[in-house]
């Protein structure tokens, strides 16, 4: 019996891998093309001059990234690039990040894709070092891609949201990330039908073990589900190497999904137990 449940589980995984990988390599895609284009021999190819600035990036970020954002069914409603502090000679905090018509934060009521405003002076009230924010201090320290979320991001959406951010390097050092936002209402929308598969409670959670989508109703977003041996289920995910499958005592089954570092916590369905 158990590996029939193992089997469902898995399958349900590989289902929320699914939708969730494809943002993933869009990312690293967007790395390649900017670490390729601006460094070494081949800097100032995307901006026509050898050394960027932020009035020659920001419509080269729009261009990467705005058809995907405007893309009807696109999952994220922001994307773009934030720049390492002092890599643009003439900004010393950069965020050239864009918004999705879909993404009403800010918006004065126009549906189109906009630049996010952003406070670039460290001398405003209103300013935020975004050095010390997850979705950048992580990869800065682990040169990795990181899945950020879900949060309450008051930068860019002010609502539930996933954040997927990699390193940019250039001539060895790196000069940001480029990344996208997901609203979590849109990821539930699509994974919800996905965990009602399973049979009894299915919930998704990040490698930390916060809640991204859950069948219980009684698990809300973005807290954390807190189980007996949850935590040590999930600490590979921190990590390089793949997860694997594990029971917890409680009966619970741990399924990572894919490459996402996210996993699906499934509870077994009254009829099997």
Not at 34 to 46: I, K, V
Not at 142 to 150: D, F, I, K, S
Not at 172 to 194: F, H, N, Q, S, T
Request: charged share 20%; proline share 5%.
């Amino acid at each position: 019996m158990s590996t029939t449940i193992d089997l469902a589980a898995e399958h349900i995984a590989k289902q929320i891998a699914s939708t969730i990988e494809p943002v993933l390599a869009m990312v690293d895609g967007w790395r390649g093309v900017l670490e390729t284009e601006l460094s070494g021999p081949y800097a100032g190819a995307l901006t026509g001059s050898p050394e960027a600035d932020a009035e020659t990036l920001d419509p080269v970020i729009k261009a990467l990234v705005g058809g995907e954002l405007e893309r009807d069914g696109a999952l994220i409603t922001g994307a773009g690039f934030v720049a390492a502090p002092g890599y643009l000679p003439d900004a010393q905090w950069h965020l050239a990040w864009w918004l999705s018509s879909a993404n009403t934060f800010g918006s004065t009521g126009s549906a189109a894709l906009r630049r996010l405003d952003a406070v670039s002076d460290p001398d405003s009230d209103q300013f935020r070092d975004y050095t010390t924010l997850e979705w950048w201090r992580v990869p800065a320290r682990t040169g990795r891609r990181h899945l950020t979320g879900p949060y309450v991001d008051y930068l860019c959406t002010d609502d539930y949201t996933v954040t997927i951010t990699t390193p940019v390097v250039a001539d060895g050092a790196m000069i940001g990330v480029v990344g996208a936002d997901a609203y979590v209402a849109r990821l539930e929308r699509e994974l919800l039908p996905v965990l009602r598969e399973w049979g009894g409670n299915g919930t998704l959670v990040n490698a930390s073990g916060r809640i991204v989508a859950s069948t219980d109703s009684r698990r809300a977003t973005g807290a954390l589900l807190r189980i007996d041996g949850l935590a040590a289920a999930l600490a590979p995910l921190h990590e390089e190497h793949s997860a694997q499958p594990a029971w917890l005592d409680g009966g619970e089954l741990v399924v990572p999904c894919g490459d996402t570092t996210l996993a699906l916590v499934a509870e077994a369905p009254a009829a099997v137990e």
